[in-house]
Nanobody, 121 residues
Framework: QVQLVESGGGLVQAGGSLRLSCAASGSIFSIDVMGWYRQGPRLQRELAAT???????NYVDSVKGRFTISRDNAKNTVYLQMNSLKPEDTAVYYCNARVRSDPSSWWRIYWGEGTLVTVSS
């Protein structure tokens, strides 16, 4: 089994910054893509940003230029630096990772339980 634990959420004023962290632990042989998804009030879960093991990043248009995703492969940890936060960024942010537990196993997707980010106007 693999566990993803997020941290770093909280309440911040518009224009402020937060840094989210997500650490993966458990039976891990290799991690491919890691990412952050978010689900705002009465909205569907959407991708915010992803990063491959080689460091290639992808962002949803609404966060480009404000959010930066990064990862520490040695620590199996992914980060999301969020700057210039807006009220519409308010959401539960979920960490996601594509993991292989041993060389012969299939890739599996794991999710964290989420961390709440609230941006006040």
């Amino acid at each position: 089994q693999v566990q993803l634990v997020e941290s770093g959420g909280g309440l911040v004023q518009a224009g402020g910054s937060l840094r989210l962290s997500c650490a993966a632990s458990g039976s891990i042989f290799s991690i491919d893509v890691m990412g952050w998804y978010r689900q705002g009030p009465r909205l569907q879960r959407e991708l915010a940003a992803t990063i491959t093991s080689a460091g290639i990043t992808n962002y949803v248009d609404s966060v480009k230029g404000r959010f930066t995703i990064s990862r520490d492969n040695a620590k199996n940890t992914v980060y999301l630096q969020m700057n210039s936060l807006k009220p519409e960024d308010t959401a539960v942010y979920y960490c996601n990772a594509r993991v292989r537990s041993d060389p012969s196993s299939w890739w599996r997707i794991y999710w964290g339980e989420g961390t709440l980010v609230t941006v006040s106007s």
